[in-house]
């Protein structure tokens, strides 16, 4: 079983910025890809970035040139570096990774619990 824990969001100005994180532990895992969803008030989960094992990353049209996604393989973190931020980035933002159970050679999908991000104009 994995554990995902998110820290970093909060509330923030138009045009100012947030780092979120996003560390992973519990069973002994080999995570693949890593990603950052979100999800407004009445709207659906959307895809914002992602990156793979070997660093390859993608964007959602609408946050690209804004965020940066990363990772620390060493501490099995992801993180997004939030700037220039709208109204409209107002969400609750979840982690998604994807891998394999080193253990049991099962597939690995596990969700953070959410944090939101409130951004006032």
């Known amino acids: 079983q994995v554990q995902l824990v998110e820290s970093g969001g909060g509330l923030v100005q138009a045009g100012g910025s947030l780092r979120l994180s996003c560390a992973a532990s519990?069973?002994?895992?080999?995570?693949?890809?890593m990603d950052w969803y979100r999800q407004a008030p009445g709207k659906q989960r959307e895809l914002v970035a992602g990156i793979s094992s070997g660093g390859s990353t993608n964007y959602a049209d609408s946050v690209r040139g804004r965020f940066t996604i990363s990772r620390d393989n060493t501490k099995n973190t992801v993180y997004l570096q939030m700037n220039s931020l709208k109204p409209d980035d107002t969400a609750v933002y979840f982690c998604?990774?994807?891998?394999?159970?080193?253990?049991?050679?099962?597939?690995?999908?596990?969700w953070g619990q959410g944090t939101l991000v409130t951004v006032s104009s």
């Open positions: 998604n990774v994807r891998g394999v159970v080193t253990t049991s050679l099962t597939n690995l999908s596990a």
């Open positions: 519990g069973s002994t895992f080999s995570i693949n890809t």
